[in-house]
């Protein structure tokens, strides 16, 4: 085999690979379903899902975070999201766009940060290179909780996903989940 007939087989199989790999992610596993759940809980978009969490979520919430009981949260979160439309549209999509739909609201969960949305990005920052010390400088540090006190559960919540399958890890790696989940945390907050 020559040097051309082999970089020629190469670049056919880079085609068809990254084709098959596109189709996968797009097509049978819907990524853009998936980045709309994404969008309809991680950055708030859905406001019927959040005016019924917070109906029956604030007073736990408001709770220092040792007292927080993570089971309640977990079972509000799971049924707020019924309701909200997380489940029930299945007259608009086809029963595969429905099934994934259906899957990924299911595997959403409530977590909890053991640390301030200002402290996790102060350390990303340093991390950067940035910030050297872990000084308060901003006033905005003290909108998000004092340092010296511990957090409360509407400080603390995030949201999260118990599993996502391979191809669309491929785009949802933990690092993209932990980006969304910083907007879902400083979003909530704000709202509330």
């Known amino acids: 085999i020559s ?26 596993y819907q990524l853009m379903k998936t980045l709309r759940v994404m969008k309809r809980y991680f950055l708030i978009d859905q ?13 736990e919430l408001l709770k220092e975070m040792k007292e927080v009981s993570r089971g309640r949260i977990q ?3 799971s049924m707020s999201i ?18 994934m739909d259906r899957y ?12 301030s949305l200002v402290d996790r ?3 990303l920052y340093a991390t950067g290179g940035g910030i050297r010390t872990q000084e308060a400088r901003t006033p905005s540090r003290h909108l998000y909780g004092a340092m010296n006190r ?13 599993y996502v399958p391979f191809p ?7 690092r993209a989940i932990s980006s969304y989940q910083l907007l879902f945390r400083h979003l909530f907050f704000v709202k509330h």
């Not at 406001?47 to 007073?59: N, Y």
């Open 47 to 59: 406001g019927e899902f959040f005016v019924h969490f917070l109906d029956v979520a604030e007073a």
């Open 168 to 174: 669309v890890s491929l785009v949802l790696s933990h």
């Open 121 to 123: 990005l102060d350390d």
């Open 150 to 162: 511990g957090l409360t559960g509407i400080e603390a919540l995030t949201l999260d996903f118990q």
């Open 104 to 115: 990924m609201t299911s595997s959403l969960q409530a977590s909890f940060a053991t640390e």
């Open 3 to 28: 040097s051309i007939e082999l970089s020629s087989y190469i670049d056919r199989s880079y085609r068809d690979a990254a084709m098959r790999l596109r189709h996968l992610v797009l097509g049978e």
């Open 75 to 77: 079972n509000w979160l």
């Open 82 to 99: 019924l309701p909200s439309g997380g489940t029930t549209r299945a007259s608009k999509f086809s029963s595969e766009t429905f099934a």
